[in-house]
């Protein structure tokens, strides 16, 4: 079957209060319309208009930065609502295929498997479109979705339009349409604009099909993969979603999660088998963390970090963009940023590596087998050979050679009965 998908992404996300673009915001550390752009390339279709409006500089900027693919941008202007959106879209003369699949870009947990099951309903049945829906227990803010005894859908009636009786329908709309091109051209333009919203509703052409004879069928979903995102709370709610399908896939593979609540682990992290993930511990990406590996609690891995395998990396350390190699321990209250530290070493707690001079940020090399005591400073740039030991306090500003000991403090100076003589003094 030949599609083309519409991804529409121009309204003005007044809902969030935000300088950027709704679908530019992220959901563990990936833009909304990425989520969606991904889960439309993974069933195969390369077809794909994105539907922009007044943020169409930012996210066609993001687009080619991000895609290689040749993913179409028209413009809406001015915003009236979803069913102006395609209507700009077929109005351009833009090449269709003769199915079109179109989304939603603030719905972004789609997933692959659900698109391809609605396409492969859709070239079975005998329909002229399939309308994702799920039955919910608080429908607000969603649209209603009214059926016939035969369970085709007759009308989506908007939050906004709903009498108290409407209101109560538990079966909403989730925001992905498939449409023969033929019946939504031809019905596209019939939409009226809405008194309410001054807007023309996509949702309104649900209306206008059936009353044709044309048949609608809805397909049901889960709630949580259908949920939109109008503002922050729906963002955060997205958010934890999202996680707990990321902590549940790693848990399937063979990594241990001790408190689901409280690990944060975004998309784009690779984690090795039986490595344990204690409470508290944020993990971004993109990461990979080998197996056999100790994370937390309260430990803090940021993006472009590897660390080996059977490595202990504990509470109060955080890690950005290093290469951390195996068996390494870096296990209290430490801060490791733009460093690669050798396999075997030992990191003492309180060590810090002070990348940052104010202008730029500076490299920390340490080799394998190294011990450092507690409490060091690393002033980057520096290289620590092979074997070095570093004495506990130190602070370090030049190389150290392979197999030398480095002291860099005061030495302590003890004064004998120092108490008894000032107390004699007074
Ligand atoms: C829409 C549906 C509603 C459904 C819900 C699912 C309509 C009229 N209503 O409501 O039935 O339950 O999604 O999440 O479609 N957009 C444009 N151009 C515009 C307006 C919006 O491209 O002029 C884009 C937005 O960027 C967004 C999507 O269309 O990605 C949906 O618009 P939004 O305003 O969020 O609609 P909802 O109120 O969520
Ligand atoms: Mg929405």
Not at 209 to 233: S, V, Y
Not at 272 to 288: A, M, R, W
Not at 321 to 327: A, E, H, M, P, V
Request: proline residues 3%.
């Amino acid at each position: 079957m030949k599609i083309t998908a519409i991804i529409l992404a121009a309204g003005k996300g007044k809902r969030m209060k935000s300088n950027i673009p709704k679908v530019l915001h992220k959901i563990s550390g990936k833009e909304m319309l990425s989520y969606v752009i991904d889960s439309v390339l993974k069933v195969g279709i390369n077809d794909i208009i994105i539907v922009c409006g007044n943020s169409f500089n930012e996210v066609s900027n993001f687009i080619r930065k991000n895609y290689k693919k040749n993913i179409k941008i028209i413009r809406q202007k001015p915003l009236l609502g979803t069913g102006h959106a395609i209507a700009t879209v077929i109005k351009t003369g833009v090449d269709l295929k003769s199915v079109i699949l179109i989304l939603n870009g603030d719905v972004p947990l789609i997933k692959p498997e659900t698109l391809r099951k609605m396409i492969n309903i859709f070239t079975k049945q005998n329909c002229d479109g399939i309308i994702a829906v799920s039955k919910v227990k608080n429908p607000s803010g969603y649209g209603r979705v009214k059926t016939d005894i035969d369970g085709n859908i007759i009308k989506i009636i908007e939050e906004k339009d709903a009498n108290l009786t409407e209101k109560k329908i538990d079966i909403i709309n989730g925001g992905l349409y498939l449409f023969k091109k033929k019946i939504l051209s031809e019905n596209i333009f019939k939409i009226k604009k809405n008194v309410i919203k001054k807007e023309y509703y996509l949702t309104d052409i649900a209306e206008i099909i059936a009353k044709t004879g044309g048949i609608l069928r809805p397909h049901m979903m889960d709630e949580a993969e259908i949920k939109g995102i109008n503002d922050r709370i729906q963002l955060a709610e997205v958010e934890a979603i999202n996680n707990k399908k990321n902590l549940e896939k790693l848990a399937k593979n063979g990594i241990t999660i001790k408190d689901f609540n409280t690990v944060f682990i975004e998309d784009n992290v690779i984690i090795g088998k039986n490595t344990v993930i204690e409470p508290f511990t944020v993990i971004k990406g993109p990461t990979k963390i080998g197996p056999f590996c100790n994370i937390g609690p309260f430990t803090h891995i940021r993006p472009n970090t590897i660390i080996g395998k059977n490595c202990k990396i504990g509470n109060f350390v955080e890690i950005k963009k290093s290469n951390i190699g195996d068996n390494v321990h870096i296990a209290h209250l430490s801060y490791i940023g733009d460093a690669t530290i050798g396999s075997g070493t030992n990191i003492g707690a309180g060590t810090i590596t002070a990348n940052y001079d104010g202008k730029k940020k500076n490299k920390t090399f340490i080799g394998k087998n190294v011990y450092v005591g507690s409490d060091v400073v690393f002033i980057a740039p520096v290289k620590i050979g092979d074997n070095a030991v570093i004495g506990a306090g130190s602070v370090i500003t030049d190389d150290v050679p392979k197999n030398s000991l480095a002291i860099a403090r005061q030495r302590q100076i003890n004064k004998n009965n120092w108490v008894i003589k000032r107390r004699k003094r007074k």
